[in-house]
């Protein structure tokens, strides 16, 4: 028995020291505030941060105490300690922002929200990942938690949310010309698509295959370009 807790105890602490020196190099920039009151959509209140006057270092060493409690309550039950572990994951993004663990605690808890939950808390996730944009504008796991959330809308069929999520960078596109990834004008398209507004689609997969001609989002977008050329075809014809 003891030789067992041994075990399970080692493999924490090597799973947690690995998430911590990775979290480590992420930067803690950008602190813009939200204001106690902010609503988000459906008119939830936004979590509030706790400015601290705790070091990095100590709300580092705080955060890392639940994050070794979450990875605890996990090894147990994940499912039925769900909500703990929601819990706990709010407090160390809320109480210890200043942490470089704590954007890991976002990407974790908006995953949960969109995995875990059936059907999926969108609207929680969104308002999370709003928070999450407006304190850690560079993050490096910005990327990643923007293609999770892209991901579950599609899955979903979740198409006007889809066209909205991604519009800011389509608008920025149009205003500068670059595209630093074939992923949000191709699911922007694919959104447009399902929409049946196949004009707008047919503009956005051909953009795809000229900026990105390798990637495999380049080569659906030709078959895609064929589908929408057959159907206004037919709209033509049947007018």
């Keep these: 028995m ?36 902010d609503k988000g959509e459906e008119g939830a209140p936004l979590p509030v941060i706790k400015e601290s006057d705790m070091a990095a270092e100590e709300q580092q060493a705080q955060a890392f ?6 990875l605890v309550l996990s090894q147990q039950d994940r499912r039925g300690n769900r909500d703990k572990v929601v819990e706990h994951y709010q407090k160390i993004i809320t109480g210890y922002p200043d942490a470089p663990i704590a954007q890991e ?5 908006i995953d949960m929200y969109l995995k875990e939950f059936k059907p999926p808390e969108k609207a929680k996730a969104l308002y999370l990942y709003k928070l999450f944009k407006e304190r850690y504008p560079e993050s490096h796991l910005g990327d990643k938690v923007e293609k999770n959330i892209a991901t579950s809308l599609y899955r979903n069929k979740d198409w006007e949310e889809l066209v909205s999520f991604f519009k800011p960078h389509v608008n920025e596109f149009i205003k500068t010309g670059e595209l630093k990834s074939s992923l949000h004008m191709y699911l ?52």
């Design 2 to 37: 003891k030789t067992k807790i041994h075990n399970l105890m080692k493999k924490i602490f090597i799973v947690s020291a690995f998430v911590i020196a990775m979290n480590f190099l992420v930067s803690c920039a950008g602190t813009a505030p939200v204001r106690e009151g």
């Design 65 to 70: 105490a639940l994050f070794n409690e979450i």
């Design 105 to 109: 605690g976002y990407l974790r808890l």
């Design 188 to 239: 922007y398209s694919e959104a447009k698509y399902n929409l049946k507004d196949y004009k707008e689609a047919y503009k956005g997969y051909k953009i795809v295959i000229q900026y990105f001609p390798q990637s495999i989002d380049a080569k659906i977008s030709e078959k895609r370009m064929v589908e929408i050329e057959k159907q206004l075809k037919q709209e033509k014809d049947q007018e």
